[in-house]
């Protein structure tokens, strides 16, 4: 018995044809998939990197003296006077 005959040849060339279709149809929104998740990921960390720069940033610059909350400089309990005033000698 042959296992090579016409009919064998024409079945297999036939799924071999159809797997080829359906892989390019696959493979055209396995790409758009893949890039569109590639383009996500990449947005995520590039906002990562730059909320951290901001954070740094931020962190390096002096602070502003704001005219509206001074509870942040005052010094709790400490009552500031004059000193005391020298005695003249009489």
């Known amino acids: 018995m042959k296992v090579f005959n016409k009919r064998n040849a024409l079945v297999g060339f036939l799924t071999l044809k159809a797997l080829e279709r359906r892989r ?3 493979s055209g929104a396995k790409k758009i998939v893949l890039f569109v998740s590639l383009g996500l990921v ?3 960390i590039l906002a990562g ?3 951290i ?3 740094r940033h931020a962190d390096d610059q002096p602070k502003e003296y704001e005219f509206g909350d001074d509870s942040e400089y005052e010094i709790v309990g400490e009552v500031v006077t004059a000193g005391p ?4 000698p009489t």
Do not use: C, Q, V
């Open 24 to 26: 390019k149809r696959r």
């Open 49 to 51: 990197i730059a909320g």
């Open 53 to 55: 720069l901001y954070r």
């Open 85 to 88: 005033e020298p005695i003249e």
């Open 42 to 44: 990449s947005a995520g």
